[in-house]
């Protein structure tokens, strides 16, 4: 099951500034809990780009970004590039179901 | 270098169990905070959390599956081992083990392995 709820795609043309929306609630990253992100580049494992909302790992572009407002968080991609072509997930961890959720998946293109 | 990589069988018929091991290196499963957890993903779809397990011996899983998973340690053989009843076509997946350390997000994954449930 999903909690988190994602656009299923998101498109934008090489070099503009894309966003991807992860809607939560109040027992997941309204509350205490961090909200993540993974790229899934097609045809391999999913890899952390983005945790404890806006932090990066170490070798992660920084036209990576991450952000939280109240039950939402967003991913902003700028300097959109073919290569960031992949699926996105947005991930935490729900009180009230006591276990780790991921959002629904964002399909990203580059035009 | 913390790797971990999924074994088990590529082809299961329904009503059979399902065992898969996730073997690790770089990290113990004895270091406080540490967890490795299961993820699956059917074919085209989401990412779906199944199960983890703590440190110390602490389990999380997905509430919907609940009844037919049981996960594992054995921390000298650097070993998490997942095991689902009672498979269902449904099932069909890549299931993949992730290491988690102090927060809830998985820093690292495994290649995953193709799981078909199929009489």
């Known amino acids: 099951q999903s909690v988190l709820t994602q656009p299923p795609s998101v498109s934008g043309a090489p070099g503009q500034r894309i966003t991807i929306s992860c809607t939560g609630s109040?027992?997941?990253?309204?509350?205490?809990?961090?909200v993540h992100w993974y790229q899934q580049l097609p045809g391999t494992a999913p890899k952390l780009l983005i945790y404890g909302y806006s932090n990066r790992p170490s070798g992660v572009p920084d036209r990576f970004s991450g952000s939280k407002s109240g039950t939402s968080a967003s991913l902003a991609i700028t300097g959109l590039q073919a290569e960031d072509e992949a699926d996105y997930y947005c991930?935490?961890?729900?009180?009230?179901?006591?276990?780790?959720?991921f959002g629904t998946g964002t399909e990203v293109t580059v035009l | 270098q913390i790797t971990l990589k999924e074994s088990g069988p590529t082809l299961v018929k329904p009503t059979q169990t399902l065992t898969l091991t996730c073997t690790f290196s770089?990290?113990?499963?004895?270091?406080?905070?540490?967890?490795v957890g299961w993820i699956r993903q059917p074919p085209g779809k989401a990412l779906d959390f199944l199960a983890l397990?703590?440190?110390?011996?602490?389990?999380r899983y997905s509430p919907s599956l609940k009844s037919r998973l049981t996960i594992t340690k054995d921390t000298s053989k650097n070993q998490v081992v997942l095991i689902m009843t009672n498979m269902d076509p449904v099932d069909t997946a890549t299931y993949y083990c992730?290491?988690?350390?102090?927060?809830?997000?998985?820093?690292?994954w495994g290649q995953g392995t193709r799981v078909t449930v199929s009489s």
């Open positions: 991930q935490s961890y729900d009180s009230s179901l006591s276990t780790y959720v």
């Open positions: 770089g990290f113990s499963l004895s270091t406080s905070g540490v967890g």
């Open positions: 397990i703590y440190w110390n011996d602490d389990k």
């Open positions: 992730a290491h988690r350390l102090g927060s809830t997000y998985f820093s690292y």
């Open positions: 109040s027992s997941n990253f309204g509350a205490v809990y961090d």
